[in-house]
T-cell receptor
């Protein structure tokens, strides 16, 4: 597509429920990143996918968080047993490797997750 | 450790004023990249500029200009003759070199700019 698409744009869930957030990167972009933006905070790196390589999960805050990328395209971020501190905007970005970052990483509009 | 500091949490100016957003970074890499992103109320991050650590030339793009000073580890962003549409949160970010790294972006906490008519 023309840009990075994320769905849903807003999600309200009850504490303890699982949620899935979807990211559809720009066609042909092999690198995909998930970031979390909490209120008043900068962007916190969560996970990185590059082609068929094993993902870099070093930013995931706990084992309740997981992500997968099917067929090198669409990615799903799953949060199990959600907690109130998981409330944030979850942003996805993609870039073309090896031109990674030359024109900036392209970000989606994010999913605003609210855990009540 | 790598770190980006944007000391100004919020700035408010009146339209047509010039405004400078500060960014100070820390890294042990000799090669790195610096970025500025704009996040308008719609939420989507908009890429503004990428600067290579080897290139200390200042850059101007319309009303935007960037001052990169390696000696002080700063990469400041100036908006000249600000407009209401410039109101947004601006993020400065740092990335390690492309080779041998995932090129992950490390962001500052952002500066919220409000331009009043």
């Amino acid at each position: 597509g023309a840009g990075v698409s994320q769905s849903p744009s807003n999600k309200v869930t009850e504490k303890g429920k699982d949620v899935e957030l979807r990211c559809d990167p720009i066609s042909g972009h092999t690198a995909l990143y998930w970031y979390r933006q909490s209120l008043g905070q900068g962007l916190e790196f969560l996970i990185y996918f590059q082609g068929n390589s094993a993902p870099d999960k070093s930013g995931l805050p706990s084992d309740r968080f997981s992500a997968e990328r099917t067929g090198g395209s669409v990615s799903t971020l799953t949060i199990q047993r959600t907690q109130q501190e998981d409330s944030a905007v979850y942003l996805c970005a993609s870039s073309l490797v090896p031109d990674r970052g030359l024109n900036g990483y392209t970000f989606g509009s994010g999913t605003r997750l609210t855990v009540v | 450790a790598q770190k980006v500091t944007q000391a100004q949490t919020e700035i408010s100016v009146v339209e047509k004023e010039d405004v400078t957003l500060d960014c100070v970074y820390e890294t042990r890499d000799t090669t790195y990249y610096l970025f500025w992103y704009k996040q308008p109320p719609s939420g989507e991050l908009v890429f503004l500029i990428r600067r290579n650590s080897f290139d200390e030339q200042n850059e101007i793009s319309g009303r935007y200009s960037w001052n990169f000073q390696k000696s002080t580890s700063s990469f400041n962003f100036t908006i000249t003759a600000s407009q209401v549409v410039d109101s947004a949160v601006y993020f400065c970010a740092l990335s390690p070199p492309l080779e041998g790294s995932q090129g992950n972006l490390i962001f500052g906490k952002g500066t919220k700019l409000s331009v009043k008519p």
